[in-house]
């Protein structure tokens, strides 16, 4: 029997180092889950129904039929799921690496006939009350690659779900027939309503800030003030850096020109977004100056408080050292009235100090 084992013991001694590295790794690290839409579009219709079609068969429909083209969207994709994507639409390996990390800056590049659009997401995060670890906003990123009878739409984090604006553009169709870079249109445009979204809401919490700052009884701490403006950075990153690379693209020859206007539209929203976020960063500037300037004024009322009550302080114990130093003679230490005597002078003297500095405000 030991003998029958032996060469079954050392079969798979050697299938495990003729097994190729970080295979089973591999395997595990592949997320089926990532693609979460497939359809062919053309004449400004999705063929097929709602049933989300493989993509390498919508693929093989798009390049026979002229004028169609592939919308494929993924969430948080890894290499093992982006690299049977590559081979079938012929993304570069570098475009397939930036769409597998996520993080980037909002930014337009172009290698070979496909164009790459980053786009940040954003979300306002509802709470009752700001505090000083509040997530106000909440941000992640879509890449959105455009090709000749393609477009792919890359999302990472849970911000900003593209089924809604898949919804949408569907239900145009005369912004559909302009083929993929609709796709590009649509996403950019959402962003922007998102933008515009969570402006509106942070400015009520602004306004919420400055009531307390100014109110009688001020609540605003300065941890709360500084969390909203690290929280307003993070928003700035994705609305601010987008201006440039939109006009890139607006400006770009492979743009169908029936698209020019829809973008322009986008680049005209965008630039009120990006007014009111730095509006924002001189009205929280503002509210933390006068922050700062109130609580200098409190310490300096306090100050003044507390060198009054020294000065009054001062009288007795000035009084009360003289007349208790270690000397055989001196006046009044023989009557009997020199201790009531010493009282009511101290009384009256802090009392007069009080009063003069009750009346000149430092009490």
């Known amino acids: 029997m030991r003998r029958r084992l032996i060469p079954g013991v050392f079969k798979e001694f050697l299938d495990t180092l003729t097994r190729p590295v970080g295979g089973e790794e591999a395997a595990r690290s592949s997320n089926p889950d990532a693609i979460v839409d497939c359809a062919v579009y053309a004449g400004g219709l999705r063929h097929g129904g709602a049933a989300q079609v493989p993509f390498a068969d919508a693929a093989r429909v798009a390049r026979r039929r002229r004028g169609s083209f592939v919308w494929l969207g993924l969430h948080e994709p890894d290499l093992a799921t982006m ?46 009350r700001l505090t000083a670890t509040s997530e106000v906003v909440e941000t992640g990123d879509v890449t959105v690659l455009i090709g000749p009878w393609f477009a ?18 569907q239900s145009r169709p005369e912004v559909l027939r302009q083929g993929p870079w609709s796709v590009a249109y649509a996403v950019g445009s959402r962003m922007v309503d998102s933008y515009l979204d969570v402006a509106e809401h942070v400015e009520r919490d602004l306004e919420r800030i400055e009531e307390e700052t100014f109110a009688s009884e001020r609540n605003a701490e300065f941890a709360h003030i500084y969390q909203l403006k690290r929280e307003m950075v993070e928003f700035k990153r994705a609305v601010l850096p987008l201006s440039e690379p939109l006009a890139r693209l607006i400006g770009s020859p492979e743009l169908p020109a029936g698209l ?104």
């Open 83 to 128: 690299r049977p994507v590559a081979e079938v639409f012929g993304l570069h390996d570098l475009l397939v690496e930036q769409a597998v990390s996520g993080g980037h800056r909002p930014g337009v590049q172009t290698l070979g006939d496909v164009t790459r659009l980053v786009l940040r997401t954003a979300r306002y995060v509802e709470h009752d």
């Open 152 to 169: 792919i739409t890359v999302r990472h984090g849970p911000v900003g779900p593209l089924w809604e604006v898949r919804k949408e553009l």
């Open 260 to 363: 020019r206007p829809y973008l322009e539209d986008v680049r005209g929203r965008l630039a009120r977004a990006v007014d009111r976020v730095g509006s924002f960063d001189d009205l929280l500037n503002s509210i933390l100056q006068a922050r700062l300037a109130q609580v200098s004024v409190d310490q300096n009322h306090d100050m003044r408080k507390i060198a009054a009550w020294a000065a009054i302080a001062a009288v007795p114990t000035v009084i009360a050292g003289v007349f208790g130093m270690n000397f055989e003679h001196m006046p009044g230490l023989d009557s009997t009235y020199g201790f009531y005597a010493s009282i009511a002078t101290m009384s009256l003297i802090g009392g007069g100090v009080y009063h003069r500095l009750k009346k000149s405000g430092w009490l």
